[in-house]
């Protein structure tokens, strides 16, 4: 299992040296996604300085930011506030998700064989 995962991480660096991450769309725009902008607007964000300033002052706060239209900066800004806030339909929750899996009295979890059969053995 250890070797595989060495081949596999290995195999990805030489992929990474010959096919880099690109920096820049196919439109010449920087990428969004890993970008320092994206770094400091969740700081930001977190901070409170949306509240605190407009939008056009906090993408004129930093220079990483107008790196990016201001359009963009503005919708990604929106779409930062829609994901925080919570949905309001609960059907759009994802259906059967592990961690929301409710068990009935008459199942079992695999974890909890294991604590009674480790409570036998003491």
């Known amino acids: 299992m250890k070797y595989w ?16 991450k690109k920096s820049h769309n196919i439109w010449g725009e920087p990428c969004w996604h890993g970008s320092d902008a994206q770094a400091y607007l969740k700081v930001d964000m ?10 056009t002052k906090l993408w004129n ?4 930011y ?3 239209c201001f359009v963009i900066f503005r919708k990604h ?22 961690g929301d899996k409710k068990l009935s009295e008459n199942q079992t979890s695999d974890t909890s064989t294991a604590v009674m059969e480790t409570n036998k053995s003491k």
């Open 5 to 20: 995962a060495e081949f596999d991480s290995k195999a990805i660096k030489a992929d990474r040296l010959l096919h880099p």
């Open 66 to 68: 107008q790196l990016f």
């Open 77 to 98: 800004i929106d779409q930062a506030l829609q994901s925080a806030k919570p949905h309001k339909n609960e059907r759009r929750h994802k259906k059967g998700h592990y």
């Open 61 to 64: 706060h930093r220079p990483a």
């Open 46 to 55: 977190a901070a409170g300085e949306l509240e605190k300033k407009t939008q």
